[in-house]
């Protein structure tokens, strides 16, 4: 039996006239979207100018105490320095 790998995708194919002229796929590699990613360079534009940046996805365990101070490692491949972090935090509701 055949079945549709991703059915959340539109069943029919989309048309040439929808694809704009700058869009280009020529260097795209085929790949799994959902897939998580280690590292993705990015240029962040702002109003003081533009940034090259690296942004990794880390996951760590952290001890959090009562004074709201948190505790972690971070792996030997994060620069020493000034960082911006986005914590996600996860607790257990169980």
């Not at 029919?12 to 790949?31: C, K, Q, W």
Request: no cysteine.
């Amino acid at each position: 039996m055949n079945k549709d790998p991703n059915p959340d995708l539109p069943s029919n194919p989309i048309e040439a006239a929808e694809m704009l002229a700058e869009y280009d796929f020529s260097s795209a590699v085929r790949g799994n979207a959902r897939q998580p990613f280690d590292s993705l360079r990015a240029k962040i534009r702002t109003q003081t100018g533009d940034r090259q940046v690296v942004i990794k996805t880390v996951e760590v365990m952290a001890v959090v105490n009562s004074n709201g101070d948190v505790t972690l490692q971070l792996p030997p491949d994060i620069s020493p320095g000034e960082h911006r972090i986005t914590l996600l935090i996860e607790e257990n509701l169980t």
